[in-house]
């Protein structure tokens, strides 16, 4: 059974920085894509960045140049580095992670529990 666990939500004062991880467990065969995507009450959830096996990267415009999104050695972990947060960027923040595993041999997406990020002076 796969499973994803974030960390490192939590208060932050505008114009601070969070890491964001994300671990994927399980018997998975191959990791395609991972990214991260947040969501507020009452608005959709949005994507903020994603990362295919190759490398690329993918960014939503309101976090370009201020977020990162990076896999760790093991290849099933990713991270986001957010800086110079503002009150915009308070949300909850899932993982997502776009996978094939030994019970289900072709690529699926799975989902994280999520965790709140709140910026706040």
């Known amino acids: 059974q796969v499973q994803l666990v974030e960390s490192g939500g939590g208060l932050v004062q505008p114009g601070g920085s969070l890491r964001l991880s994300c671990a994927a467990s399980?018997?998975?065969?191959?990791?395609?894509?991972m990214g991260w995507y947040r969501q507020v009450p009452g608005k959709q959830r949005e994507l903020v960045a994603t990362?295919?096996?190759?490398?690329?990267?993918n960014y939503a415009d309101s976090v370009k140049g201020r977020f990162t999104i990076s896999r760790g050695n093991a290849k099933n972990t990713v991270y986001l580095q957010m800086n110079s947060l503002t009150p915009e960027d308070t949300a909850v923040y899932y993982c997502?992670?776009?996978?094939?595993?030994?019970?289900?041999?072709?690529?699926?997406?799975?989902w994280g529990k999520g965790t709140l990020v709140t910026v706040s002076s």
């Open positions: 399980g018997r998975i065969i191959n990791i395609y894509a």
């Open positions: 990362i295919i096996s190759g490398g690329l990267t």
């Open positions: 997502k992670v776009t996978l094939s595993s030994e019970s289900r041999p072709y690529s699926m997406d799975y």
